[in-house]
């Protein structure tokens, strides 16, 4: 059976009574198999080779920055992190090649990108079969051009606000993107900031710069409990949402991403 262009790492230390299971549930459908072997004194790193798997060998550096040392070492952009005692389902493995088989009617792959060149961004979305692509790190108007050039897809530019006011060169950036995302601007990264901005002041700037029919994006800082008054400021097309749905960093909780659709689908009546 093909494998996909999947990577899946694994964490260990010590794990020989358990990892081979592991990597036999993903060797079917994944390209590439990794373990972080953290100073394992049992067999781990020889049951890892054996199944298949690459092993690195890493000290502990803690589990944040252990899970981050792993990713960089995958060489595909799709990942996929299990624990040693983890195995994944013949189920949750054929939901997995369905994602790459093909998305329901009316659900779109995004992908997000900072400072890259055009060519590399295009190369990425065409092999991951990506709708549009996602621009942050500010980009310029001139950006977006050369990226048409070599890409066939959406463009969507992102601009975050800091503060209540557009930025400089919002009203470009509508005219030449497809869609035009707005997030909160925070010196400590590029998105998933969790800031909620000013919706009222930002509908009456929009006006003046928002062409007819030109789509709107709206992140930061939504949640189930305020994304319909977003929404009934703005009117945006699209709600981006990630830490406004988490229990933690990073982990997804499914009753608030169900309430978050709930709050969206609610206001969709009203119009």
């Not at 624990?83 to 992908?111: K, M, Y």
């Not at 961004?121 to 092999?127: D, E, I, M, P, S």
């Not at 530019?157 to 557009?166: D, N, P, S, Y």
């Not at 993107?177 to 909620?196: H, P, Q």
Request: glycine content about 12%; aromatic content about 4%.
């Amino acid at each position: 059976m093909t494998t996909l262009p999947v990577s899946v790492f694994i964490i260990a230390l010590n794990e020989g009574d358990r990892i081979g299971r592991s990597i036999e549930s993903v060797r079917g459908f994944a390209d590439e198999v990794i373990v972080i072997d953290s100073g394992s004194t049992d067999d781990t790193v020889k049951i890892s080779e054996a199944a298949g798997a690459r092993v690195i060998h890493h000290g502990w550096p803690g589990y944040g920055a252990q899970k981050r040392f792993g990713e960089e070492q995958c060489r595909h952009d799709w990942l996929l992190n299990i624990d040693a005692d983890e195995v994944v389902s013949a189920g949750l493995a054929e939901e997995i090649r369905a994602v790459f088989a093909g998305v329901p009617p009316g659900v779109a792959r995004v992908g997000v990108f900072g400072l890259e060149s055009p060519a590399a961004v295009a190369a990425r979305g065409v092999a991951l079969g990506l709708t549009a692509i996602q621009l942050h790190a500010d980009p310029l108007p001139a950006a977006i051009t050369k990226l048409r050039a070599v890409w066939p897809g959406e463009i969507w530019a992102t601009v975050r606000v800091a503060g209540a006011e557009l930025p400089p060169g919002a009203e470009e950036l509508f005219a030449v993107a497809d869609a035009v995302l707005l997030d909160a601007k925070v010196a400590s990264g590029l998105g998933g900031t969790g800031v909620a901005l000013p919706w009222g002041e930002l509908a009456r700037q929009l006006e003046g710069v928002r062409p007819a029919g030109r789509r709107l994006v709206l992140a930061g800082g939504l949640r189930p409990d305020n994304v319909t008054t977003a929404i009934r400021a703005l009117d945006p097309d699209v709600v981006d949402v990630s830490s406004g749905v988490e229990s933690s960093v990073g982990i997804k909780d499914p009753a608030r991403m169900r309430a978050f659709r709930d709050a969206v689908r609610s206001v969709e009546v009203e119009r």
